[in-house]
C-alpha cells in the first residue's frame, strides 16, 4: 500500500459544486501539505499542517480550505468549483525541517 | 522571499552523455535544497538533499548535485545518461529558520529527454 493515499485520483466536476480531496498517510509523520501543479508553473502551496492543531495558509490558499481530521488525515476543500481551479493536486508529507516530502500520486481535478 | 529558478524549461542530451540540470535560489540565511523527479502521472519522487555539510551531494538513481553557495546554485548532474531518466525535474528550497520555515518552494520544473 501507498505511504501517502490520495482519494479520488480523478474528478470531473462543473462549476459551482463542493468538492473534496482526500488524504491519508501511514509515515507517521506531523506535518502535511497540499500543492497544486500547472504545466510550466511547478507547485505551488495551498496550504499545510504542522500538527492536527496547526492550519497554514501558503501561496494561493483562496477559495480553498483545508481540514485537518487526525494526524495521518488531510483533506482539501473547494467550496464553489471554478474552471481556473482545473488543475493537478498532490497531497506530501513531511518529518521535521530537513526531512523531504513524500508525495501522493495526485489527484487530477477537471471543472467545468 | 524564498524562490526557485529553473532556468530550462527542457534539456536534451543522448544517452551515455553526461546531464546538468540547472538551479539557482534566493532564501534567507542558509538553505536547504532538494531535488525531485516526476514520471508521466506519477506523483514526486525525492531524489537528493542538501541540509549541511559536504558541498557535493550523492543521491538515488546515480544522480548527485553540488552547492555552490557564492552563486547561489544547487545544479543536478549525472555524469552518464540513460533513456529512463527522461521525466520532470524540480528543484526546491527551504529556509533555515524564520516565519516560512517548513515550507518547500518549488522551481517551474525542466523536462528532460534522453535519446538513444
Known amino acids: 500500500d501507498a505511504d501517502v493515499t490520495q482519494t479520488p485520483r480523478n474528478r470531473i466536476t462543473k462549476t459551482g459544486k463542493r468538492i473534496m480531496l482526500e488524504c491519508s498517510q501511514t509515515k507517521g509523520h506531523d506535518r502535511m501539505y497540499w500543492y497544486r501543479q500547472d504545466p510550466g508553473l511547478g507547485l505551488r502551496l495551498i496550504y499545510y499542517?504542522?500538527?492536527?492543531?496547526?492550519?497554514n495558509k501558503g501561496e494561493i490558499s483562496d477559495g480553498y480550505s483545508v481540514s485537518r481530521q487526525a494526524q495521518a488525515k488531510f483533506s482539501l476543500s473547494l467550496e464553489s468549483a471554478i474552471p481556473n481551479q482545473t488543475a493537478l493536486y498532490f497531497c506530501?508529507?513531511?518529518?521535521?525541517?530537513?526531512?523531504?516530502?513524500?508525495f501522493g500520486e495526485g489527484s487530477r481535478l477537471t471543472v467545468l | 522571499a524564498q524562490s526557485v529558478a529553473q532556468p530550462e524549461d527542457q534539456v536534451n542530451v543522448a544517452e551515455g552523455n553526461p546531464l546538468t540540470v540547472k538551479c539557482t535560489y534566493s532564501v534567507s540565511g542558509n538553505p536547504y535544497l532538494f531535488w525531485y523527479v516526476q514520471y508521466p502521472n506519477r506523483g514526486l519522487q525525492f531524489l537528493l538533499k542538501y541540509i549541511t555539510g559536504d558541498n557535493l551531494v550523492k543521491g538515488s538513481y546515480g544522480f548527485e548535485a553540488e552547492f555552490n553557495k557564492s552563486q547561489t546554485s544547487f545544479h543536478l548532474k549525472k555524469p552518464s545518461a540513460l533513456v529512463s531518466d527522461s521525466a520532470l525535474y524540480f528543484c526546491a528550497v527551504s529556509a533555515h529558520r524564520g516565519s516560512t520555515l517548513g515550507r518547500l518552494y518549488f522551481g517551474r520544473g525542466t523536462q528532460l529527454t534522453v535519446w538513444p
Open positions: 499542517s504542522f500538527d492536527v492543531k496547526d492550519i
Open positions: 506530501a508529507t513531511k518529518a521535521g525541517n530537513t526531512g523531504e516530502l513524500f
